[in-house]
């Protein structure tokens, strides 16, 4: 068996998992290959607090009220489904027809993958999966007296794509159906920061922006960016490798096309793997 794990393609390495909500699913991608994982969830992402505002937010699609559709997130849009699932269930078909009405606009893979599993599929995809993607892919469009709906990714407001579709002479409403919360203790984030700085951490792989945040909060920019310089940092996506940029760090490693967990553990195996 030992010899078998051996000739995995990761065997020897540690890998640093922050990811939460599928956690488990990456850190078996990784194990499977050989690698030892620790796991250390940053951010857990829970319902809005108050239901009130997205399900008056999900009434107002529901009734014709809004013309376009931007999606940020492909989470955004199941706790839009849960919440009228769970509080509202009568609204669902109304909802989805008009789902299915409005110009969808997406940021990224996942958004367009729940809407495939919803039987529909993006009107426009962002040309990059980032905000300003989302802005350079509308920038022909006329939006003058456009009613656009924007879900946002956790409570973040999105200055700039909201003052451009402002400035471009649409009315914005915006609804935020999750929220990010704190999941390992500030114990857990500093033992892990002593890992990365002592060096005893091949890689450290990112999946969302919220989780580099928990990072600094407890370890400070200049600690965190001083322990990750220790270790191959990479990122799911381009919006992840911004945030990273942002705070001093280059993520080294970062899947080239598709932006989900398996092209980034294909990603990890091809620069730290077995030649």
């Known amino acids: 068996m030992l010899g078998f794990m051996t000739h995995l393609p990761l065997a020897g390495r540690t890998i640093a998992v922050p990811e939460s909500r599928e956690s488990e699913v990456f850190a078996a991608l990784l194990e499977r290959r050989g690698a030892h994982v620790i796991r250390c969830p940053l951010v857990t992402i829970r319902d809005a607090p108050d239901a009130a505002p997205v399900l008056d937010w999900s009434r107002r699609l529901a009734a014709g009220g809004l013309d376009d ?20 269930p009568a609204l669902e078909p109304q909802f989805l027809a008009a789902l299915g009405r ?3 606009i997406t940021r990224g893979p996942k958004p367009a993958k729940v809407l495939r599993e919803l039987g529909m599929k993006p009107d426009i995809a962002a040309e990059r999966p980032t905000s300003d993607g989302v802005i350079a ?11 656009v709906g924007v879900q946002l990714y956790g409570t973040e407001p999105n200055r700039p794509l909201v003052d451009f579709l402002q400035s471009s002479g649409a009315t914005v409403s915006a609804v935020a159906p999750y929220v990010y919360a704190d999941s390992a203790d500030e114990a857990a984030v500093r033992n892990l920061i002593a890992e990365l700085r002592a060096g005893r951490v091949d890689a450290i792989a990112f999946t969302s922006s919220t989780q580099i945040e928990r990072l600094i909060t407890v370890g400070s920019e ?19 490798a911004e945030r990273l940029r942002r705070h001093g760090v280059e993520a080294r490693l970062m899947p080239e096309e598709s932006f989900f967990l398996k092209p980034l553990t294909s990603a990890l ?5 077995i030649r």
């Not at 200049?222 to 992840?240: C, F, K, Y």
């Open 137 to 147: 892919s509308l920038g022909n469009f006329d939006l003058r007296g456009r009613a």
């Open 269 to 273: 195996e091809q620069a730290l793997g």
């Open 69 to 88: 559709l931007i999606l940020l997130t492909g989470e955004g849009l199941r706790r839009i489904l849960s919440s009228i699932q769970r509080h509202e």
């Open 102 to 104: 409005v110009r969808k």
């Open 222 to 240: 200049e600690g965190a960016r001083s322990a990750l310089a220790n270790t191959m940092v990479a990122a799911i996506g381009p919006v992840v």
